[in-house]
């Protein structure tokens, strides 16, 4: 389970690209909008020898800008991350970008540097894994990037 934060703006499927790629053509191009791009990709894969290509068709990765600045974090992570935004217990919800960047900076300047963590366990069947040293940092660094994308844009922030 992970929860993502992402501009709330869609984009139309016209303006997205995505690239295509296997292991044995290495990148194929790219291709403007989803449903073109899956298509291709299936095409390719029933003229490819790669047998991973012929199964599931050529790996599609979109490249558009919004799908860069998407932060996707496990719960627990998330749950955290958005308590020292001061979002609370929020699973799911949205901002403007003007609020959430103000207090993602203000987040930033009030935590310490994440010195990380070793594993813990929090029952006899789940272990959060270990948390790298400045993960948090990195974390809101993207959440900031993520902001100053969608007021460039026009766009809200949500989560979810
Ligand atoms: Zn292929």
Same mark, same amino acid.
């Given at each position: 389970?992970?929860?993502? %934060? #992402?501009?709330?703006?869609?984009?139309?499927?016209?303006?997205?690209? %995505?690239?295509?790629?296997? &292991?044995?053509?290495?990148?194929?191009?790219?291709?403007?909008?989803?449903?073109?791009?899956?298509?291709?990709?299936?095409?390719?894969?029933?003229?490819?020898?790669?047998?991973?290509?012929?199964? %599931?068709?050529?790996?599609?990765?979109? $490249? $558009?800008?919004?799908?860069?600045?998407?932060?996707?974090?496990?719960?627990?992570?998330?749950?955290?991350?958005?308590?020292?935004?001061?979002?609370?217990?929020?699973?799911? &919800?949205?901002? $403007?970008?003007?609020? %959430?960047?103000? #207090?993602?900076?203000?987040?930033?300047?009030?935590?310490?540097?994440?010195?990380?963590?070793?594993?813990?366990?929090?029952?006899? #069947? $789940?272990?959060?894994?270990?948390? #790298?040293? &400045?993960?948090?940092?990195?974390?809101?660094?993207?959440?900031?990037?993520?902001?100053?994308?969608?007021?460039?844009?026009?766009?809200?922030?949500?989560? &979810?």
């Amino acid at each position: 389970m992970s929860i993502t %934060f #992402r501009p709330t703006a869609q984009l139309a499927d016209d303006a997205r690209t %995505f690239e295509l790629s296997c &292991g044995i053509a290495g990148v194929l191009g790219e291709w403007t909008g989803m449903a073109n791009a899956y298509s291709e990709a299936a095409v390719h894969g029933l003229v490819c020898t790669n047998h991973l290509c012929q199964e %599931f068709g050529a790996d599609v990765d979109e $490249t $558009t800008p919004a799908a860069g600045v998407e932060v996707n974090l496990a719960n627990g992570r998330a749950a955290w991350v958005l308590d020292l935004l001061g979002y609370g217990e929020l699973n799911e &919800g949205d901002d $403007t970008a003007e609020q %959430f960047l103000a #207090r993602v900076m203000l987040t930033e300047a009030e935590v310490s540097f994440d010195k990380g963590t070793a594993p813990v366990e929090l029952d006899a #069947r $789940t272990v959060e894994g270990a948390r #790298r040293v &400045g993960y948090l940092q990195d974390v809101l660094g993207a959440l900031r990037n993520l902001a100053t994308y969608c007021r460039s844009q026009g766009s809200d922030v949500c989560w &979810g």
